[in-house]
């Protein structure tokens, strides 16, 4: 959530950041929102001290046993006016916050202007794009041949990109996360939470997801909880109306967590395979930040999550995203996409494209200010800190990486050298 004062004084900057997003917000909305509420502030304060001040009038003329019925009426004639303008404010105000709610965070000066994900700009590519003497398969063909993935299953049992994996493939998810969470945990110092699956609407609404992600979440009527699209929700609103002493910072903490999703907008588009189910696991990366070490910061965390593609041997790009293709409440974010040799490619000719598996961000104090988490500096100062997370990665697209940067000729699928030890296996076979 943006501040309402840095608003108001940056209000040419602030419609030319929407514009830079590509967002529709309602700006004059919001302005005209805020001249209100403290139109009708000024005018309740100024209510409120006259009658404080009759009140001492009428103390020091009864004290002085003089006549206070003209001071009693007009306090009694306040009451009813300072009525009417508290209603109005209790009107308002809920109003004014749900449009700061809604209002994206300002990107970061170092990010691209652009307008769609064509404007994005790559980074860097590691790893070598594999060379086949065949055509290769998608994750899809290849896991149900193997027998490890069976979406048919899945789909009686829940509907459609609701998977069920077998043999080997529980294996191999579970084996990725084990090696995730290691990594993390013993190589790049992230201290490894367990964290409810369901949170509250306070807990949404910190990081970002409410009111803006409605309908993309999956909600349990009945009690008032939604089911986390991702561990950035519940570990980042650990620290939530939290002073973290400045000697803390950088946090870090890593999480294994199912999430859930509706996908609302996807209409079809890339729901194959494993890439975007309801439901799916992931390893997510989470840091609490000194503002000014916030870009330092982001710049390590990517670090971290590229690690485990690069021990996996899996072929992948760093990409920055520019200002129209970034999500609501970054700052700065680099997008990591690995190269997916059996998909069709995005022209429709022939085999092979790149695919997003981690989106790594800070968010500023965009998220902080949402959910009160400030840092107390050795002078006493205590000011909002920086949020950042990202994926430590995706586990099914991981899985579906696997299978199709290490498959054979005869349809097994190799084990890289760093799962070996999780799997005690060399390959993927049919059963």
Same mark, same amino acid.
């Given at each position: 959530?943006?501040?309402?004062?840095?608003?108001?004084?940056?209000?040419?900057?602030?419609?030319?950041?929407?514009?830079?997003?590509?967002?529709?917000?309602?700006?004059?909305?919001?302005?005209?929102?805020?001249?209100?509420?403290?139109?009708?502030?000024?005018?309740?304060?100024?209510?409120?001290?006259?009658?404080?001040?009759?009140?001492?009038?009428?103390?020091?003329?009864?004290?002085?046993?003089?006549?206070?019925?003209?001071?009693?009426?007009?306090?009694?004639?306040?009451?009813?006016?300072?009525?009417?303008?508290?209603?109005?404010?209790?009107?308002? +105000?809920?109003?004014?916050?749900?449009?700061?709610? #809604? *209002?994206?965070?300002? !990107?970061? %000066?170092? $990010? /691209? @202007?652009?307008?769609?994900?064509?404007?994005?700009?790559?980074?860097?590519?590691?790893?070598?794009?594999?060379?086949?003497?065949?055509?290769?398969?998608?994750?899809?063909?290849?896991?149900?041949?193997?027998?490890?993935?069976?979406?048919?299953?899945?789909?009686?049992?829940?509907?459609?990109?609701?998977?069920?994996?077998?043999?080997?493939?529980?294996?191999?998810?579970?084996?990725?996360?084990?090696?995730?969470?290691?990594?993390?945990?013993?190589?790049?110092?992230?201290?490894?939470?367990?964290?409810?699956?369901?949170?509250?609407?306070?807990?949404?609404?910190?990081?970002?997801?409410?009111?803006?992600?409605? +309908?993309?979440?999956?909600?349990?009527?009945?009690? #008032? *909880?939604?089911?986390? !699209?991702? %561990?950035? $929700? /519940? @570990?980042?609103?650990?620290?939530?109306?939290?002073?973290?002493?400045?000697?803390?910072?950088?946090?870090?903490?890593?999480?294994?967590?199912?999430?859930?999703?509706?996908?609302?907008?996807?209409?079809?588009?890339?729901?194959?395979?494993?890439?975007?189910?309801?439901?799916?696991?992931?390893?997510?990366?989470?840091?609490?930040?000194?503002?000014?070490?916030?870009?330092?910061?982001?710049?390590?965390?990517?670090?971290?999550?590229?690690?485990?593609?690069?021990?996996?041997?899996?072929?992948?790009?760093?990409?920055?995203?520019?200002?129209?293709?970034?999500?609501?409440?970054?700052?700065?974010?680099?997008?990591? +996409?690995?190269?997916?040799?059996?998909?069709?490619?995005?022209?429709?000719?022939?085999?092979?494209?790149?695919?997003?598996?981690?989106?790594?961000?800070?968010?500023?104090?965009?998220?902080?200010?949402?959910?009160?988490?400030?840092?107390?500096?050795?002078?006493?100062?205590?000011?909002?800190?920086?949020?950042?997370?990202?994926?430590?990665?995706?586990i099914g697209r991981t899985f579906a990486a696997i299978l199709e940067n290490y498959q054979q000729a005869d349809g097994s699928v190799l084990i890289p050298d760093a799962l070996k030890p999780y799997?005690?296996?060399?390959?993927?076979?049919?059963?």
């Amino acid at each position: 959530m943006l501040d309402m004062k840095w608003i108001r004084e940056n209000t040419d900057a602030l419609r030319q950041m929407l514009a830079n997003r590509r967002s529709k917000f309602d700006i004059e909305g919001l302005l005209a929102l805020d001249i209100e509420r403290r139109k009708i502030l000024s005018e309740l304060e100024g209510l409120q001290a006259t009658r404080n001040k009759s009140a001492e009038d009428i103390g020091k003329l009864k004290a002085q046993k003089q006549d206070a019925a003209a001071k009693i009426k007009e306090v009694e004639g306040l009451k009813g006016q300072i009525k009417e303008l508290e209603a109005k404010l209790a009107e308002t +105000e809920p109003k004014l916050q749900l449009q700061l709610l #809604s *209002l994206p965070n300002s !990107p970061d %000066a170092s $990010v /691209p @202007v652009g307008q769609s994900a064509a404007d994005n700009k790559v980074v860097r590519e590691v790893g070598k794009v594999p060379a086949f003497a065949f055509t290769p398969k998608t994750h899809a063909e290849l896991g149900e041949a193997l027998g490890i993935l069976d979406f048919k299953a899945g789909a009686k049992l829940s509907g459609a990109r609701f998977p069920v994996l077998r043999g080997q493939g529980p294996a191999l998810e579970r084996a990725l996360i084990s090696f995730m969470l290691d990594v993390h945990t013993q190589e790049h110092g992230y201290q490894e939470v367990m964290t409810p699956y369901l949170v509250t609407p306070q807990s949404m609404q910190g990081t970002g997801q409410l009111p803006k992600f409605e +309908e993309e979440l999956f909600k349990c009527e009945r009690d #008032s *909880l939604y089911l986390i !699209p991702t %561990a950035e $929700v /519940p @570990v980042t609103n650990l620290h939530r109306d939290d002073v973290l002493d400045e000697k803390e910072l950088p946090k870090k903490y890593v999480c294994y967590t199912a999430c859930f999703r509706r996908e609302a907008g996807s209409y079809g588009k890339d729901t194959a395979g494993l890439i975007r189910n309801h439901q799916f696991n992931k390893v997510e990366l989470v840091q609490f930040a000194k503002p000014e070490e916030s870009l330092e910061t982001l710049e390590l965390l990517t670090a971290s999550a590229e690690k485990i593609l690069y021990k996996l041997r899996i072929p992948y790009r760093v990409v920055l995203l520019c200002t129209g293709d970034m999500g609501f409440a970054s700052a700065k974010t680099y997008d990591l +996409e690995v190269w997916m040799p059996g998909d069709p490619a995005e022209d429709g000719k022939g085999r092979g494209r790149w695919r997003e598996i981690s989106s790594c961000s800070t968010f500023s104090d965009f998220q902080a200010r949402r959910m009160n988490i400030k840092v107390k500096r050795a002078d006493g100062k205590k000011d909002l800190l920086h949020t950042l997370n990202g994926s430590g990665v995706a586990i099914g697209r991981t899985f579906a990486a696997i299978l199709e940067n290490y498959q054979q000729a005869d349809g097994s699928v190799l084990i890289p050298d760093a799962l070996k030890p999780y799997l005690k296996a060399d390959k993927i076979v049919k059963a």
